[in-house]
């Protein structure tokens, strides 16, 4: 090999390090990008929340008629939602410059939150039970304490 070989593979070598090295770092820390998409997919699943909740609070006040089927989905629906809160929010955007309204201390909280979003869930499963028993005297009481749960976590996590 020439020397003028031996140095092109030398040289060549060390971009495809120093490639290999700033990739590694930029995959370290969370893009504009992938920021951006995580907090679409977060708020797709509240949004989702809100539209299943939306006729059940109608129901509570007296807005609409009862409907035991539309609680029964609806709660299952909200259910299952909740189960996916956390996933969303395992990645930390609190540095990247996107609108959210994700306060940064849920990644210094990150198991009290989790402790909010499955409360929740046992809301939400607890509505289900009670339309399953029929125990029409609860349906306001169940629906409300899944919106309590709705509060308690925006008032500790979300910028109002
Ligand atoms: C474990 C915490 C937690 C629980 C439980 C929770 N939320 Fe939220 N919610 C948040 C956070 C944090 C945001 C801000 C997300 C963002 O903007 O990145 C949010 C945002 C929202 C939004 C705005 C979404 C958007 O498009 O900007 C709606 C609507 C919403 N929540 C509804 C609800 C309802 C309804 C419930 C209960 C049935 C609920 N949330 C329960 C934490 C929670």
Not at 137 to 154: D, F, L
Request: net charge neutral; hydrophobic share 40%; charged share 25%.
């Amino acid at each position: 090999m020439s020397l003028l070989s031996k140095t092109l593979v030398a040289a060549s070598c060390s971009v495809i390090l120093g490639t290999a090295f700033i990739s590694t770092q930029v995959h370290a820390e969370v893009s504009d990008k992938q920021a951006k998409n995580a907090v679409e997919f977060r708020q797709s699943i509240f949004q989702l929340i809100r539209s299943n909740i939306g006729p059940l609070g109608a129901m509570a006040k007296g807005k609409a008629p009862i409907d035991e089927a539309v609680i029964a989905k609806n709660a299952l629906r909200i259910e299952q939602l909740s189960l996916m809160i956390s996933d969303y929010f395992v990645l930390d955007t609190r540095s990247n410059d996107v609108e959210s309204g994700a306060l940064p201390k849920i990644w210094d909280n990150q198991s009290e939150f989790t402790q909010k979003a499955d409360d929740l869930t046992q809301a939400a499963k607890a509505l289900q039970l009670i339309v399953a028993n029929k125990d029409e005297a609860n349906y306001r009481k169940g629906i409300g304490a899944v919106g309590a749960t709705c509060k308690a976590c925006h008032d500790d996590y979300k910028a109002d």
